[in-house]
């Protein structure tokens, strides 16, 4: 743990589950900027992990260098122990790293169920052939795809509308839409980039039940960036903030929240 | 009826080979790749019909046997799957409109080589490819089911993981990546399909013309099919073939202009690129065909038709 010594309030890891995302001296550079600067942490299994920071403090950043869509300039990131540096996006995924978008990404033209549907990929197998010509195991396979797409359109309250094409959603179900679509790839750790965003207050709370509820059902490992503090401070487990790309206080969030360098950094800024 | 096929019998096949090729380019076009290579296996598959069915296999008097020209398609087929991965895994790097310009280059590519090469004949090309038959329109039977099958695969292919990993791409390439979709094999995959839909057509239209040389699908081709597939519909796959059908049949339905039919075709498909945007055939017309039929049922959301979105994004 040298990484994180120079700061204030970084908290050792707290005994708990095994760790299940392990970052060490995460840095990206964008020609001269350094949008992420040495950020080290671990995440334990079944924990809910907030990343926060002022806006352009690299969060984002952050959970795109993890997932493999922008290249890692110094640093590791290792998965259950393996090192995951340097992997392609779909090798990520495929080893079961799910991760909604801040600017949501849906397959817009495609109905909803398509879009769970796609998803799963990594978990069928048919062949071309196969699944053109309609071979029973093909079929099976397809109609397994679709009873668990229309399951988790069900869970995020979308089963009603699954025909319609995503991008005619309301932004808030177009997130409920890209959480189920994480789901589908049956992943242990979910990446979710401001899942609160554009919600209104009564949805937030929801959310934040929601998330608690499929880190139950799913056996979840979750990371979350998320603005609004409250919804944070109620939800994560621990929270790690980020500030100019330097990681400034990681710990469970009535430490964070007190920290003196948080305070100024980000909470003072009148959030 | 046995008259009028008679009399356009060649249009006929022509346009269903037409619509066939439109095919090839809108197998890439499903997962987001502006490929313009049909032409160039196109080309590959009528020089490897012509050379084996002129100095290769050698069946004796009579008509020429169709299971030999199945034996070209076999060929055609193998050698075009193969030189598209070849040629797809770089290529298909490129994004949008540089991809059809690499496509191009690789079209041009061929045509400069079958002018150099003396077993293709050199400019003059091959002629006197064997029959099979003993007219053009019944060509028919093999252009006919070619198109039938490949219209079946790709409208169950939309059906499957594949397809589904197609579409992925073309909305959205990194998405798709982050669900765990490997790109650039998918986009492999996609347009090594339309290369053998390509050659297996050259093999037809090989023997379909009598003779082949290197003014076989050249850059101008590439932009029939383009063409094709923009003023048909690239949403679907009945636009494609209905716009390799109508734009085949139209230059001479307006035979009668004389030069003038020129300036009218292409007056036609500038009004038609202008108010069918989509192209003729658009998922929001099929949805409300099969409402028509299956009343009751909610059409696949289709209100924003008026949004158009290019295929080459």
């Given at each position: 743990?040298?990484?994180?010594?120079?700061?204030?309030?970084?908290?050792?890891?707290?005994?708990?589950?095994?760790?299940?995302?392990?970052?060490?001296?995460?840095?990206?550079?964008?020609?001269?900027?350094?949008?992420?600067?040495?950020?080290?942490?671990?995440?334990?299994?079944?924990?809910?992990?907030?990343?926060?920071?002022?806006?352009?403090?690299?969060?984002?950043?952050?959970?795109?260098?993890?997932?493999?869509?922008?290249?890692?300039?110094?640093g590791s990131v290792a998965l259950h122990g393996e090192n995951i540096t340097g992997l392609k996006p779909y090798q990520i995924a495929q080893r079961g790293m799910a991760r909604?978008?801040?600017?949501?990404?849906?397959?817009?033209?495609?109905?909803?169920?398509?879009?769970?549907?796609?998803?799963?990929?990594?978990?069928?197998?048919?062949?071309?052939?196969?699944?053109?010509?309609?071979?029973?195991?093909?079929?099976?396979?397809?109609?397994?795809?679709?009873?668990?797409?229309?399951?988790?359109?069900?869970?995020?309250?979308?089963?009603?509308?699954?025909?319609?094409?995503?991008?005619?959603?309301?932004?808030?179900?177009?997130?409920?839409?890209?959480?189920?679509?994480?789901?589908?790839?049956?992943?242990?750790?979910?990446?979710?980039?401001?899942?609160?965003?554009?919600?209104?207050?009564?949805?937030?709370?929801?959310?934040?039940?929601?998330?608690?509820?499929?880190?139950?059902?799913?056996?979840?490992?979750?990371?979350?960036?998320?603005?609004?503090?409250?919804?944070?401070?109620?939800?994560?487990?621990?929270?790690?903030?980020?500030?100019?790309?330097?990681?400034?206080?990681?710990?469970?969030?009535?430490?964070?929240?007190?920290?003196?360098?948080?305070?100024?950094?980000?909470?003072?800024?009148?959030? | 009826?046995?008259?009028?096929?008679?009399?356009?019998?060649?249009?006929?096949?022509?346009?269903?080979?037409?619509?066939?090729?439109?095919?090839?380019?809108?197998?890439?076009?499903?997962?987001?790749?502006?490929?313009?290579?049909?032409?160039?296996?196109?080309?590959?598959?009528?020089?490897?019909?012509?050379?084996?069915?002129?100095?290769?296999?050698?069946?004796?008097?009579?008509?020429?046997?169709?299971?030999?020209?199945?034996i070209e398609m076999l060929v055609a087929a193998l050698v075009s799957a193969a030189l598209a991965v070849l040629v797809g895994v770089p290529a298909l790097r490129l994004r949008?409109?540089?991809?059809?310009?690499?496509?191009?280059?690789?079209?041009?590519?061929?045509?400069?080589?079958?002018?150099?090469?003396?077993?293709?004949?050199?400019?003059?090309?091959?002629?006197?490819?064997?029959?099979?038959?003993?007219?053009?329109?019944?060509?028919?039977?093999?252009?006919?089911?070619?198109?039938?099958?490949?219209?079946?695969?790709?409208?169950?292919?939309?059906?499957?993981?594949?397809?589904?990993?197609?579409?992925?791409?073309?909305?959205?390439?990194?998405?798709?990546?982050?669900?765990?979709?490997?790109?650039?094999?998918?986009?492999?995959?996609?347009?090594?399909?339309?290369?053998?839909?390509?050659?297996?057509?050259?093999?037809?239209?090989?023997?379909?013309?009598?003779?082949?040389?290197?003014?076989?699908?050249?850059?101008?081709?590439?932009?029939?099919?383009?063409?094709?597939?923009?003023?048909?519909?690239?949403?679907?796959?009945?636009?494609?073939?209905?716009?390799?059908?109508?734009?085949?049949?139209?230059?001479?339905?307006?035979?009668?202009?004389?030069?003038?039919?020129?300036?009218?075709?292409?007056?036609?498909?500038?009004?038609?690129?202008?108010?069918?945007?989509?192209?003729?055939?658009?998922?929001?017309?099929?949805?409300?065909?099969?409402?028509?039929?299956?009343?009751?049922?909610?059409?696949?959301?289709?209100?924003?038709?008026?949004?158009?979105?290019?295929?080459?994004?």
């Amino acid at each position: 743990m040298d990484q994180l010594s120079s700061t204030a309030t970084i908290e050792p890891v707290t005994p708990g589950g095994e760790v299940v995302l392990e970052v060490r001296g995460l840095t990206r550079r964008f020609g001269g900027l350094v949008a992420v600067n040495d950020v080290a942490f671990d995440v334990r299994e079944g924990e809910i992990f907030g990343l926060i920071g002022p806006n352009g403090a690299g969060k984002t950043t952050v959970f795109n260098m993890i997932t493999g869509l922008t290249p890692v300039t110094k640093g590791s990131v290792a998965l259950h122990g393996e090192n995951i540096t340097g992997l392609k996006p779909y090798q990520i995924a495929q080893r079961g790293m799910a991760r909604t978008f801040q600017n949501i990404r849906l397959f817009g033209n495609l109905s909803a169920l398509t879009n769970v549907e796609i998803a799963r990929h990594t978990h069928t197998g048919s062949g071309i052939i196969a699944g053109v010509i309609g071979l029973p195991r093909a079929r099976a396979e397809e109609r397994l795809t679709r009873q668990r797409a229309l399951e988790l359109l069900a869970l995020v309250g979308l089963a009603d509308r699954a025909e319609e094409k995503a991008r005619n959603f309301p932004y808030g179900d177009q997130r409920r839409l890209e959480i189920a679509r994480a789901l589908a790839l049956q992943p242990k750790v979910l990446l979710l980039d401001e899942p609160a965003a554009g919600m209104n207050t009564g949805e937030k709370a929801e959310l934040s039940d929601f998330i608690r509820r499929i880190r139950r059902d799913f056996d979840l490992t979750v990371l979350l960036i998320e603005h609004h503090v409250p919804l944070v401070m109620g939800l994560c487990d621990r929270i790690a903030v980020l500030d100019f790309g330097h990681l400034i206080a990681l710990g469970a969030p009535e430490i964070v929240q007190r920290d003196r360098r948080v305070i100024e950094a980000y909470l003072g800024e009148g959030e | 009826m046995a008259e009028f096929y008679t009399t356009y019998g060649f249009l006929i096949t022509s346009m269903v080979l037409a619509a066939a090729m439109a095919l090839s380019l809108y197998l890439p076009l499903m997962a987001g790749q502006l490929s313009l290579a049909s032409p160039g296996f196109y080309a590959i598959g009528g020089y490897i019909a012509a050379v084996l069915s002129t100095q290769v296999f050698h069946p004796g008097p009579g008509p020429y046997p169709l299971y030999l020209v199945l034996i070209e398609m076999l060929v055609a087929a193998l050698v075009s799957a193969a030189l598209a991965v070849l040629v797809g895994v770089p290529a298909l790097r490129l994004r949008g409109i540089y991809l059809a310009l690499a496509t191009i280059a690789f079209v041009e590519i061929l045509r400069i080589l079958s002018l150099n090469l003396p077993i293709l004949g050199g400019a003059v090309g091959i002629f006197g490819i064997p029959q099979p038959f003993n007219t053009q329109g019944e060509y028919i039977w093999l252009g006919l089911p070619l198109l039938l099958i490949a219209m079946v695969f790709i409208y169950r292919l939309e059906r499957t993981r594949m397809g589904r990993a197609f579409y992925a791409i073309r909305e959205d390439e990194t998405a798709a990546d982050a669900m765990g979709i490997n790109p650039t094999a998918t986009k492999v995959i996609a347009f090594t399909m339309g290369a053998v839909l390509a050659g297996v057509v050259g093999v037809i239209a090989a023997h379909f013309l009598n003779t082949w040389n290197a003014r076989q699908g050249t850059f101008d081709s590439s932009i029939n099919y383009l063409a094709y597939v923009l003023i048909g519909g690239s949403w679907t796959v009945f636009g494609p073939v209905v716009g390799g059908l109508l734009l085949t049949a139209l230059p001479e339905i307006l035979r009668g202009l004389a030069s003038f039919r020129f300036i009218l075709f292409g007056i036609l498909i500038a009004v038609g690129a202008i108010f069918f945007p989509q192209g003729i055939i658009t998922p929001e017309l099929l949805s409300r065909f099969r409402r028509g039929r299956q009343p009751g049922r909610p059409a696949s959301g289709g209100q924003q038709a008026s949004q158009t979105h290019g295929p080459a994004k």
